[in-house]
């Protein structure tokens, strides 16, 4: 069974950095597009990044670029986001997401397997 397991989140201070992962099981191995979209308090889902694994292309969201960085182990499997200079704004709970396809989507709706989520609270 397609599965997505996110971990890595946690409370800290503004400035400081987290990296969150994203692990694929079953034929969630296989999807070529990964994305992380969050979700903070009384907000919308939005788009983070998203990394086509194939041709290891990368694009972010510009709320986060220059901050954000994606990046995938050697087996092109565990999906990394590395978080920097992270701000109270950037509070909300991640989520990793899959889909198929050579062009990868940036809107939720187009991303058909997600994971369970993994909190980050950012304090000033």
């Known amino acids: 069974q397609a599965q997505l397991a996110e971990s890595g989140g946690g409370s800290v201070q503004a400035g400081e950095s987290l990296r969150l992962s994203c692990a694929p099981s079953g034929d969630a191995k296989m999807r070529n597009c990964m994305a992380w979209f969050r979700q903070g308090p009384g907000k919308e889902r939005e788009y983070v990044a998203a990394?086509?694994?194939?041709?290891?292309?990368?694009h972010y969201a510009h709320s986060v670029q220059d901050r954000f960085t994606l990046s995938q182990d050697n087996a092109k499997t565990t999906l990394y986001l590395q978080m920097n200079n992270l701000q109270p704004e950037d509070t909300a709970m991640y989520y990793c997401?899959?889909?198929?396809?050579?062009?990868?989507?940036?809107?939720?709706?187009?991303?058909?397997?997600w994971g369970q989520g993994t909190q980050v609270t950012v304090s000033s």
């Open positions: 997401a899959a889909t198929w396809g050579d062009t990868c989507p940036l809107t939720r709706s187009e991303y058909d397997l």
């Open positions: 990394i086509s694994r194939v041709r290891k292309a990368t």
